[in-house]
T-cell receptor, first 118, second 108 residues
């Protein structure tokens, strides 16, 4: 399965600022997914990032708040803009890795970026 | 919208016992189902997936799928304290939809 490097691993941010999270994969992948995991909660999909096209955002997430770049098949960034304490969360990058003959597309996750907004 | 439901727990079992984790899903058209384990402060890691009705075994883990009842379960045999974690059920669609997770505590 793919190896994903995500940074920063954690950060403490001031209200109103923006932070960009980077995700680097050791192999070329078609789709990259950005998830959010708020404290004590499960994972919620923010958007799907395809190389060469606009990201597809899930209900409740907008491009102005979470702009995404996907400049090539191994890299993506997620920016959390104009942060508020409600944005304090773990942000996870993930990619699909084939599961052999089964065809099921298994997600592999990066280590996550834990953001705390004061 | 797909929904995946799990009991939040905690589910507490003694060491060596069988832990049974359950999950229901709303989309009858769902085809593939996944169980992830997440240790505190870590990212989720895949335990196993299943897409056919019945049981699928992998070591101490058995996934069970009943599409008619829209029900997926994970059995952990001979539970160990190292199995203490949150277990996330996920359903495949355009991307994975996760349940809220069940926290498992295995008591030594």
């Amino acid at each position: 399965s793919a190896v994903i490097s995500q940074k920063p691993s954690r950060d403490i941010c001031q209200r109103g600022t923006s932070l960009t999270i980077q995700c680097q994969v050791d192999s070329q992948v078609t789709m990259m997914f950005w998830y959010r995991q708020q404290p004590g909660q499960s994972l919620t999909l923010i958007a799907t990032a395809n190389q060469g096209s606009e990201a597809t955002y899930e209900s409740g997430f907008v491009i102005d708040k979470f702009p995404i770049s996907r400049p090539n098949l191994t890299f993506s960034t997620l920016t959390v803009s104009n942060m508020s304490p409600e944005d304090s969360s773990i942000y996870l990058c993930s990619v699909e890795g084939g599961a052999g003959q089964s065809g099921a597309n298994v997600l592999t996750f990066g280590a996550g970026s834990r953001l705390t907004v004061l | 919208q797909k929904e995946v439901e799990q009991n939040s727990g905690p589910l507490s079992v003694p060491e060596g016992a069988i832990a049974s984790l359950n999950c229901t899903y709303s989309d009858r058209g769902s085809q593939s189902f996944f169980w992830y384990r997440q240790y505190s402060g870590k990212s989720p890691e895949l335990i196993m997936f299943i897409y056919s009705n019945g049981d699928k075994e992998d070591g101490r883990f058995t996934a069970q799928l009943n599409k008619a009842s829209q029900y997926v379960s994970l059995l952990i045999r001979d539970s160990q304290p190292s199995d203490s974690a949150t277990y996330l059920c996920a359903v495949e669609g355009r991307a994975l939809t996760f349940g809220s997770g069940t926290r498992l505590q295995v008591q030594p």
